[in-house]
Nanobody, 123 residues
């Protein structure tokens, strides 16, 4: 089991920046994907960005060029640098770790979630 602890959310004005951090502890499989999702009331949780332990990144179109995801494998920590924030970025942001492994010949993924951190972009 993995435990995820997030930090860095808060209130920021449009155009401002925030940096989210998520530290994972417990049993983390070597092969994993770490990422950030967000959710607003009444909508499904959506992927913001993720990064493999090899460093391959993936971003939602809405945040490309503004957000940067990175990770420190030695610390099992993932970061999300958010710049040029817009009111529509307001959401609860959740850290995710997808532990990837083989069960026999079947590729499996177990997902772990943080508790969520509120990001509010407002003047």
């Amino acid at each position: 089991q993995a435990q995820l602890v997030e930090s860095g959310g808060g209130l920021v004005q449009p155009g401002g920046s925030l940096r989210l951090s998520c530290a994972a502890s417990g049993s983390i499989f070597h092969m994993n994907v770490m990422g950030w999702y967000r959710q607003v009331p009444g909508k499904q949780r959506e992927l913001v960005a993720d990064i493999t332990n090899g460093g391959t990144t993936n971003y939602a179109d809405s945040v490309k060029g503004r957000f940067t995801i990175s990770r420190d494998n030695a610390k099992d920590t993932v970061y999300l640098q958010m710049n040029s924030l817009k009111p529509e970025d307001t959401a609860v942001y959740y850290c995710n770790v997808g532990a990837i492994y083989y069960l026999g010949s079947t590729l499996k993924r177990d997902d772990y979630w943080g508790q969520g951190t509120q990001v509010t972009v407002s003047s």
